[in-house]
């Protein structure tokens, strides 16, 4: 199979503050994943493609300091909403993907208030 | 670029009618086609997929045929239910390199009862 583990599934957090998002592929290893943000009734915008060992690559548009991405092993990447503001309030959804396999995490739900 | 267009929704059937979500896709080479299906709240399922002209994907009653003379991969189940209510997502990815998903706008469908 393919499975994603995202945590987690829901945040509630103050303007200012930092949240963090993790990805986990638990069952292959993940050369690369892919970070999605998705708008109520909206397709998914890609964020940033990170590759394990190496820097992210960010979709134009997309503040590389306001959304930190690691992808420190491969299982495992982080997503970290720096100083939140409620404009970040969204959905965001990432993917782990190896030679011939990928599988979508369940989502965060993110509501900054 | 590489693109996907999807027919939009929203989408609302009775239960056991036929269904049926246009996908096209524009793509250099030959690219592998999928369809994904969020139910509310959750993240991305593969719902089946194609990787040459001619595959039929097949799963939990939905099929999709690569189409590439017509360059289609539209989404067809005999009869629905009210468990598939969902947002449906047609992608492609190229079979080259470690390129990320391209995703349709999504097909919102609501089966009644």
Redo the contacts between chains.
Sequence with gaps: G?VVS?HPSRVICKSGTSVKIECRSLDFQA??M?WYRQFP????M?MA?S?EGSKATYEQGVEKDKFLINHASLTLSTLTVTSAHPEDSSFY?C?A?DMDR??????T?LSVL | GDSVTQMEGPVTLSEEAFLTINCTYTATGYPSLFW?VQYP??????LLKATKADDKGSNKGFEATYRKETTSFHLEKGSVQVSDSAVY?CALTPNSG?T??V????T?LSVIA
Excluded: C, M, V
């Design positions: 393919a995202q050369t690369t892919f009734k909206q397709s998914l890609l493609t590759n959804i993917s993907r990928e599988g979508f995490g369940a989502g739900r | 994904y709240g959750e993240g991305l399922q593969l997502f470690n990320p998903l995703f349709g706008k999504g919102r």
